[in-house]
């Protein structure tokens, strides 16, 4: 019977065979069409793992067979989180943009080896902050990149400081250097007077304050949490009332015996990192003590690291980056 349905001398198959040609040209403009207007989405995630790849290119697929409207896929929390790759397609307008900004940002966020996490924390970030207001910000441990660039750029009045041989050389941004106080200087004794600014961002920052600079030497868990402490302590007394901090940072599961990050630091275990526990306990608390409140509900729960692949960064299956969201309310 199969065969009779495509013969050649029937008008019938002829008309069956020309509808097939139809619909399958349909569906191709279709997606072709749908693609286009998202390819910036597909491009934010290319760096991604596998597993994730076939997960959103089916639902892609599944939403263009069904004439649905394409749109962010899960439930994400508004601000204190952990690291989530589905975040990266809602981020993916503001990502485009900081692309087109400068090379050096668009390296940054397309940066195979750290797998999105860099660019999760910069949409994190411009999802949480209005910049309308033209706020004084702090952007403290900029290193290499020019982020505080592009924020000048959108209106905001920035100053950055890092220590005078830091971890990663300062870009050289020689058009927009005007736009932006650069500082030397640490995070444990800011040079600055209380109430100074609108928001103070650390961007994968204080997770180096276990390690001695230039030396590349690395201090106990102790020290480095005394310094941590010191360090949130410091950010929020620069800040206005009412004023914002962003942290971002790692922090791990005692589950995790290895170590994807490349670094110069010969670290005893796992370096450049919190112990999970201490996401509140020294993080979230030390925020709380010192006159700051979260913005968003809190949910931090190690339950989501160990049941899902996608809130493990490039690290390691247990390894996690965080971001901390506050407001100074005192």
């Given at each position: 019977?199969?065969?009779?349905?495509?013969?050649?001398?029937?008008?019938?198959?002829?008309?069956?065979?020309?509808?097939?040609?139809?619909?399958l040209k349909?569906?191709?403009?279709?997606i072709?069409?749908?693609?286009?207007?998202?390819?910036?989405?597909?491009?934010?995630?290319?760096?991604?793992?596998?597993?994730v790849?076939?997960e959103?290119?089916i639902?892609?697929?599944?939403?263009?067979?069904?004439?649905?409207?394409?749109?962010?896929?899960?439930?994400?929390?508004?601000?204190?989180?952990?690291?989530?790759?589905?975040?990266?397609?809602?981020?993916?307008?503001?990502?485009?943009?900081?692309?087109?900004?400068?090379?050096r940002?668009?390296?940054?966020?397309g940066?195979?080896?750290?797998?999105?996490?860099?660019?999760?924390?910069?949409?994190?970030?411009?999802?949480?902050?209005?910049?309308?207001?033209?706020?004084?910000i702090l952007?403290?441990?900029?290193?290499?990149?020019?982020?505080?660039?592009?924020?000048?750029?959108?209106?905001?009045?920035?100053t950055?400081?890092?220590?005078?041989?830091?971890?990663?050389?300062?870009?050289?941004?020689?058009?927009?250097?005007?736009?932006v106080?650069?500082v030397?200087?640490t995070?444990?004794?800011?040079?600055?007077?209380?109430?100074?600014?609108?928001?103070?961002?650390?961007?994968?920052?204080?997770?180096?304050?276990d390690?001695?600079?230039?030396?590349?030497?690395?201090?106990?868990?102790?020290?480095?949490?005394?310094?941590?402490?010191?360090?949130i302590?410091?950010?929020?007394?620069?800040?206005?009332k009412g004023?914002k901090?962003?942290?971002?940072?790692?922090?791990y599961?005692?589950?995790?015996?290895t170590?994807?990050?490349?670094?110069?630091?010969?670290?005893?275990g796992?370096?450049?990192?919190?112990?999970?526990?201490?996401?509140?306990?020294?993080?979230?608390?030390t925020?709380?003590?010192n006159?700051?409140?979260?913005?968003?509900?809190?949910?931090?729960?190690s339950?989501?690291?160990?049941?899902?692949?996608?809130?493990?960064n490039?690290?390691?299956?247990y390894?996690?980056?965080?971001?901390?969201?506050?407001?100074k309310?005192?």
């Open positions: 019977m199969l065969p009779l349905i495509f013969d050649h001398d029937s008008t019938d198959s002829r008309a069956i065979l020309v509808r097939v040609i139809k619909l349909n569906l191709y403009q279709r072709t069409a749908t693609f286009s207007r998202h390819r910036w989405e597909l491009k934010s995630i290319k760096n991604l793992d596998y597993l790849k076939k959103f290119y639902f892609y697929l599944i939403r263009f067979y069904l004439k649905l409207p394409i749109h962010y896929p899960f439930p994400t929390d508004r601000g204190n989180q952990f690291f989530y790759l589905w975040d990266l397609v809602a981020f993916a307008p503001s990502l485009k943009r900081l692309s087109q900004f400068d090379q940002l668009k390296e940054m966020i940066e195979f080896y750290i797998k999105g996490v860099r660019a999760w924390e910069y949409g994190k970030f411009l999802s949480l902050v209005e910049l309308d207001s033209h706020p004084m952007d403290v441990g900029p290193g290499s990149s020019t982020f505080s660039y592009y924020l000048a750029h959108e209106g905001a009045r920035v950055t400081i890092d220590l005078p041989s830091p971890m990663e050389a300062r870009w050289d941004y020689k058009s927009k250097r005007s736009n106080k650069n030397h200087g995070v444990l004794a800011l040079p600055f007077s209380d109430n100074s600014f609108n928001l103070v961002m650390a961007i994968s920052t204080i997770e180096h304050l390690t001695n600079y230039p030396q590349n030497k690395q201090v106990t868990y102790d020290v480095f949490i005394r310094r941590t402490k010191r360090a302590k410091e950010m929020i007394r620069v800040l206005k004023g901090l962003y942290i971002t940072t790692d922090a599961l005692t589950k995790q015996k170590d994807r990050w490349k670094t110069d630091v010969k670290y005893r796992i370096g450049g990192a919190f112990k999970f526990a201490d996401i509140r306990n020294v993080l979230l608390n925020a709380v003590r006159g700051c409140r979260p913005v968003y509900n809190t949910s931090f729960s339950s989501k690291l160990l049941d899902s692949v996608h809130y493990a490039y690290r390691g299956r390894i996690t980056t965080v971001a901390l969201f506050c407001n309310v005192v």
